[in-house]
């Protein structure tokens, strides 16, 4: 469906559209309004596409809905009306006969009742349908933003103005469109009800409605005003709202409640978010408290009018000689106009204010996706044979900032080498292997993998390559079984598999110890009986995943670090027979795992200050000879104290 279908412009252009800079002067007024009515009705053409794409009839429906609810009052108030009448005409008969009365006044009651119940049916269904309506958009929107999301650059999530914008569209998008698509049809059922009751009104005076219109003006122009201030405050005070939800969110964190308990920080965080609230709250009493300043004052004038005009009503219908039911429904017309009118401002102001607050999801949806392939043709990428991985003067920086976490490096991987990065924390290993599995793509230089650029090749093939246990890995609340298989969802599901890979990483052991084994549900989120592993025992499912794994290419960062050493021991072995015929990549802090490294890369402030086997890095007697030394002093030392407790010395 093109956008011009509902009247909005190409998606290219949405970004512009959203932006409202204020008038400066008075000239720039008629501009200004031009631009806020286009900006509104490209929003509101949005939120109508949400709803077409989620299901189609529900516009219709809605159209039929809004048709009746506002022709309704109308109707009633003529059948009302008409009882009223009938019921003035009884009480004026001179014999006072039941059966007369009841011949006078019957048909018009039965037809109150039929037409009362008939709306009452109309808005039953209605309610129902709105309701059902809200779960399908709501829906809908979620799974948009859940299939945009897994488009999205990784680096997108580094900048905190789109963080926030993610956040907010999740938070504010699935309530809003529905909200905002009532309120339009409400304001359609409010138009036919006051054109009907201003119809009916015009046959005593056309003057009367003008005035009660005139008189909703200021505040239209008070709610609208308030509206906006009340947006612009709410987003240039996101970040207390965000640190609120943090504070919050702490003191329900299962992860966080042990800490907080015993370092008594609960109190901490409560006063924390009372803090941030009076701030925040000072700023929406002035606003709340003004606009109720403004509105009532208002409404006295309003009341003080809508009494002469009850008045006017009353004289006219007595000279031209009406019966009691004609006022009932001139009086009738009047409040409804007023109630219309006003319904008018306060829906017309909502709308605005969702159709605001649907942006973050428009700039979300709108987020340009630069991690794809470079040429029209993207290569393929051969696999189940070795791979050529270079480095050509790469430096990197995160979006937003103006320091260089990588800084001109440079290094060849031949097919089947086993590599080890080595650093100090923050040295850029980690960063390293995301620019490697192309999560993120170089500010300067190139990496080539077979002798081309990796941003020619195709990227679900760039990724499918790779068998990756980052250093923080996933926990996943799932069987033991699924968790293992995420390691290559796509492959054909075989239990052997399973098994398999979860004794090379010595998760088979804890697993058939577990109630339901391989079946057991973990984390106690959603299930009773989950289970909660050690970080220890996550990290060898995690380790489970990368043996589950068809890969070419291995990354591990740091895969053993919650591990004892004789665990992580075992799994080394295990990962000399994984990685044959397999370019390896180690992270890791325990310089043991160096020693068998083809080649190690010693990284130091982002740069490459080393590279070479164990041997010729030793005999250099730098970085890395002094980062080994350290460790294995420090190990040995361990040893020997180890073993004067053990076996003391004699006397």
């Known amino acids: 469906m093109g956008p011009g279908r509902f009247g909005g412009p190409p998606p290219h252009e949405m970004n512009e559209k959203l932006k409202e800079p204020l008038p400066k002067s008075i000239k720039e007024i008629p501009g200004f309004i031009k631009r806020l009515t286009h900006s509104f009705f490209f929003r509101l053409s949005y939120i109508i596409k949400l709803v077409w794409e989620a299901k189609k009839s529900l516009l219709f429906i809605m159209v ?12 009633s ?10 019921v003035a005409l009884a009480l004026t008969l001179p014999d006072k006969v039941l059966s007369s009365i009841v011949d006078l006044v019957l048909p018009a009651m039965l037809l109150q009742f039929a037409y009362m119940f008939f709306t009452n049916l109309v808005n039953t269904v209605g309610n129902i349908i709105t309701r059902m309506s809200s779960e399908l958009v709501t829906n809908h929107v979620k799974v ?5 999301a897994k488009e999205i650059d990784i680096a997108s999530f580094d900048r905190p103005e789109f963080y926030e914008k993610f956040e907010n569209a999740s938070r504010e998008a699935g309530a809003r469109p529905i909200q905002v698509i009532n309120s339009t049809f409400n304001i359609v059922s409010n138009l036919i009800s006051a054109v009907s009751f201003i119809v009916i009104l015009s046959a005593i005076s056309w003057t009367a409605p003008l005035i009660v219109i005139l008189l909703s003006l200021p505040s239209a122009i008070i709610t609208f005003y308030y509206r906006k201030k009340n947006f612009r405050y709410m987003r240039r005070r996101s970040n207390d709202r965000r640190k609120m939800n943090y504070y919050s969110d702490m003191l329900v964190n299962k992860d966080m409640v042990k800490e907080l308990r015993l370092f008594n920080l609960s109190d901490t965080f409560i006063f924390n978010y009372n803090q941030v609230f009076k701030n925040y709250f000072g700023g929406i009493k002035k606003l709340i408290r003004n606009e109720g300043i403004w509105n009532l004052a208002i409404a006295f004038v309003t009341t003080a009018v809508n ?13 031209q000689n009406g019966q009691i039911g004609d006022y009932s429904l001139y009086t009738g017309a009047l409040t ?8 008018l401002v306060t829906t017309t102001s909502t709308i605005y204010e969702g159709t605001l607050f649907i942006d973050n999801m428009i700039v979300f949806m709108n987020e340009k996706k630069t991690i794809v392939p470079a040429i029209d043709q993207p290569l393929s990428i051969k696999r189940g044979v070795g791979h050529t991985i270079e480095f050509k003067d790469v430096s990197f920086r995160y979006p937003g900032t103006n320091r260089d976490v990588i800084k001109h490096i440079n290094f060849t991987i031949e097919p089947g080498d086993t590599v080890v990065m080595v650093g100090l924390n923050g040295a850029g290993k980690t960063t390293l292997i995301k620019l490697l599995t192309r999560l993120y793509d170089p500010t300067e230089g190139t990496i080539l993998l077979d002798g081309h650029d990796i941003k020619e090749y195709k990227v679900e093939e760039l990724y499918a390559m790779f068998g990756i246990i980052f250093q923080d890995f996933g926990k996943y609340a799932f069987t033991v079984s699924k968790n293992i298989e995420f390691g290559q969802i796509e492959k054909q ?12 990483s010595s998760a088979d052991a804890f ?7 391989y079946d057991t549900p973990l984390m106690r989120i959603f299930e009773d009986n989950g289970i909660e592993l050690s970080i220890g025992q996550w990290q060898k499912l995690s380790i489970a995943r990368a043996f589950y794994s068809d890969s070419d290419i291995l990354i591990l960062d740091e895969p053993t670090a919650s591990l004892d050493p004789l665990a992580e021991q075992e799994i080394f072995s295990q990962f000399d027979e994984l990685r044959k015929d397999k370019t390896t990549f180690f992270v890791s802090h325990r310089l043991s795992s160096a020693t068998v490294a083809s080649k190690i890369l010693v990284l130091e402030n982002g740069k ?9 890095l030793m005999k250099k007697r730098g970085a890395y000879y002094q980062l080994f030394s350290t460790q294995a002093k420090r190990y040995l030392s361990a040893k020997e104290e180890d073993s004067v407790r053990t076996h003391p010395p004699h006397d």
């Open 64 to 75: 039929f809905l809004a048709a009746f609810n506002g022709i309704s009052p109308v109707i």
């Open 77 to 86: 108030a003529y059948i009302s009306a008409n009882l009223l009448n009938k």
């Open 144 to 148: 948009k933003i859940m299939n945009k």
């Open 307 to 319: 009494c002469i005009l009850f008045f006017f009503i009353a004289y006219t219908v007595a000279v």
């Open 336 to 343: 409804s106009i007023a109630a219309c009118v006003a319904a």
């Open 493 to 504: 599901y075989k239990e052997e598999d399973i098994h398999t890979a979860a004794k090379a």
């Open 511 to 517: 697993i058939q110890s577990l109630p339901n084994g």
């Open 608 to 616: 490459l200050i080393e590279t070479g086997d164990h041997n010729e």
